[in-house]
């Protein structure tokens, strides 16, 4: 783009965004010569201040066209009214507005921080060894191709909704469970009470508390229904208070 003319184009801003649509390429943060950071000004300029070499001259590592990366980037910008939608959408995602859906993937991005070398986060051979797992995620020093990885991942929470979400959250658990078995338990319904209290009582994020839900129920085997049924309610030490208010949504006819 900046061989075709040097300015900072604005759909380059937002932390979601880490391809360029046109050239079907990963956005630069840092001249691929020297390592040096590049901030708004060098762009425009065109030149590495530290080494003097031409931003424009650079390759990006390039994103296949018909990778989840790129279809999620399409749709994302799209979102912004920055491109227009990606056709043929092979996946169900839920039928709401752009803004939640960008809210949902930007909630899940930022969730996605804390973690570097967890399997599910989306990897591919595109690629370059700047994404490598093992480095530190900082939204203010962040590459693109991390950015990428992290975006893919919390986008694919979305993928055949609510399904893609419950894959998320089933990986979270065993993820949890493998790294401290005595916190996987509260690791999951804390994560639950962050989704069902996300955006409060706004009816926009009904769909993301009965995916919550219905999570809960499909997962412990019908055991809520004890939350309750007084004969079984001591099995509500299961679940915290959250998750219980979670499915307090729920009415039971116990006949």
């Known amino acids: 783009c900046l061989r075709e003319a040097a300015y900072h184009r604005l759909v380059w801003q937002p932390r979601l965004v880490s391809v360029c649509l046109e050239h079907s390429s990963l956005l630069l943060s840092r001249c691929m010569r020297c390592d040096n950071r590049i901030d708004l000004a060098t762009a425009v300029s065109g030149v590495c201040p530290e080494c003097h070499a031409c931003l424009a001259g650079f ?11 790129m279809f999620g980037q399409r ?5 912004l009214g920055m491109n227009q939608p ?14 939640v859906l960008y809210q949902f993937v930007q909630h899940q991005f930022l969730f996605l921080l804390r973690f570097t070398n967890w399997d599910y986060l989306y990897w591919s051979e595109e690629l370059p060894s700047q994404a490598d797992p093992l480095r530190c995620w900082s939204v203010e020093y962040m590459r693109p191709a991390c950015s990428y990885v992290l975006c893919t991942t919390a ?15 089933d990986e979270y ?16 319904e ?12 706004l009816a926009e994020w009904e769909f993301v508390r009965e995916a919550c839900r219905q999570f809960v129920c499909e997962a412990h085997n019908g055991i809520s229904v004890a939350l309750s049924y007084p004969p079984y309610a001591s099995y509500s030490v299961l679940f915290n208070k959250q998750t219980r208010n ?3 949504f729920f009415t039971f006819d116990a006949a």
């Open 59 to 69: 390759k990006p590592p390039q994103v296949r066209e018909q990778s989840l990366g």
């Open 75 to 79: 749709l994302i910008q799209a979102w």
């Open 86 to 99: 990606p056709s043929g959408n092979p996946w169900q995602f839920p039928e709401q507005p752009a803004e």
């Open 155 to 169: 986008f694919k929470g979305l993928v055949d909704w609510p399904y893609g979400f419950f894959e998320f959250l």
């Open 173 to 188: 658990q065993t993820y949890a469970r493998h790294t401290s078995r005595s916190m996987s338990r509260a690791s999951t």
């Open 190 to 201: 804390e994560l639950l009470a962050r989704w069902s209290d996300f955006g409060g009582h």
């Open 246 to 248: 979670l499915l307090g």
